[in-house]
Each structure stands twice: as C-alpha cells, then as structure tokens.
C-alpha cells in the first residue's frame, strides 16, 4: 500500500500570501490530521477531517483552514501569510476517527515565509 | 490539562550501549500511547503504540516501550543502539473517541539522540 503523500514537499511564498497544501491519505483511510512543526513549539495538531467534515480543531487562528474530499484527500489552506507560519506541515492519516487509532504520517510540506 | 513530557531534549550514547528515552503523560483516563521518529527533513515513523493489554510492547527495529500507570510514564528502550538509530525521538498521546477529542495527538517536544561511533 502507498503511504500519505503530501504536495508540494517544497514551498517558499512571501508575507500576504496564500498558499494550499495538498494530502493524499493511504487508501482506505478516511480520516486526514494536519499537524504544524517548528523548532520553538513543536509538533501541534492543526486539525482533523473525517467523511468530509472537521471533527476537531486546534488552536490556530482562522487563517489556517481546511477541507476533505469525499475521495478523502484533504487540503489545507493559510491565507495572509505571516513569517510565524514557516514550518514543516505534516499530514497524518488513519482508518477511523478518533485518537485511538494509529495515525500515519506523510513526509510534510516544508514552507518558508520571506 | 492533557500533556507528554520528555525530560531530555538531547541525549548522546555509544554505538552498541544501551538506551532509554523518558516520557510522562498527563491524562485523565488511560490513554492510547506513541513513540514515533523522525529523520531530519522527515515525517514521522511509528515505531511502537500501546493501547490496553500487555504493558510492555515491541516495535520495529528493535524497540520497546513499557507503559506504567503508576508513574504515567512509557518510556523507550532498545537494548543495543546503532548509529543508524541517531534522529529525534517523539512520545505521543492520542485523545480517545469517547471524549469527542477527534483524532488529535499530543507531543512531547522530542528527544534527539546523536550516536558516539
């Protein structure tokens, strides 16, 4: 089975900005979990999408959104981009709903703010 | 307040010599436990979960973790390190579903472990 990918791997876009990444989950996974990396907060759950509707949100301001297909592909969106929002974005997908299943994660998205 | 504490931000061992990576939760019900790690430039690789029965359980690569209740702690081991093993190590607890919490995982801040040849 193919694990999660994530699209682009690579992004540099500057202050004011918006900017969408893409999350391919393992097949048969349904539920899509997004995830902020930076060296000063590290890893922080962003959100969580399954059967197309968000199941849980972090604290994050309104900026950062998200959605999910009903192919289970899910995309997240930071509009009005800040120079806090560089960071490697992580995907993570898993068969249910819910903390109490493992999650797997894709590579990540790496963006840089100028 | 739910949270996972790894003490150690940097730990450095031989080749060979054993290893113990620490972790501490803070949960109100028993929770569902990760280790995951990361190669740099990464994403995360699951090495070991416990979720209810046996509270010593292996993973891949040779690891384990034993989860004790009394001290809310899962702590990793692996009896002897390669160099290969040197990446940021991080434990995780997963919000149970009977809570409505969704599928957030909560992180420790990570270990890294360099690997002395």
């Known amino acids: 089975k193919a694990g999660v990918t994530q699209t682009p791997r690579y992004l540099i876009k500057t202050r004011g900005q918006q900017v969408t990444l893409s999350c391919s989950p393992i097949?048969?996974?349904?539920?899509v979990s997004w995830y902020q990396q930076t060296p000063g907060q590290g890893l922080q759950f962003l959100f969580e999408?399954?059967?197309?509707?968000?199941?849980n949100k972090g604290n994050f301001p309104g900026r950062f959104s998200g959605r999910q297909f009903s192919n289970s592909r899910s995309e997240m969106n930071v509009s009005t981009l800040e120079l806090g929002d560089s960071a490697l974005y992580l995907c993570?997908?898993?068969?249910?709903?819910?903390?109490?299943?493992?999650?797997?994660f894709g590579p990540g998205t790496r963006l840089t703010v100028l | 307040a739910q949270s996972v504490t790894q003490p150690d931000i940097h730990i450095t061992v031989s080749e060979g010599a054993s290893l113990e990576l620490r972790c501490n939760y803070s949960y109100g019900a028993t929770p569902y436990l990760f280790w995951y790690v990361q190669s740099p430039g990464q994403g995360l690789q699951l090495l070991l979960k416990?979720?209810?029965?046996?509270?010593l359980v292996q993973g891949i690569k040779g690891f384990e973790a034993e989860f004790k209740r009394s001290q809310s702690s899962f702590n990793l081991r692996k009896p002897s390190v390669h160099w290969s093993d040197a990446a940021e190590y991080f434990c995780?607890?997963?919000?149970?579903?009977?809570?409505?919490?969704?599928?957030?995982?909560?992180f420790g801040q990570g270990t890294e472990l360099s690997v002395k040849p």
């Open positions: 416990y979720f209810s029965g046996d509270t």
């Open positions: 995780a607890v997963g919000a149970r579903v009977i809570y409505n919490q969704g599928g957030k995982l909560i």
């Open positions: 993570a997908s898993s068969p249910t709903a819910g903390g109490s299943d493992t999650q797997y």
């Open positions: 999408y399954f059967s197309e509707t968000q199941r």
């Open positions: 097949s048969g996974h349904r539920s």
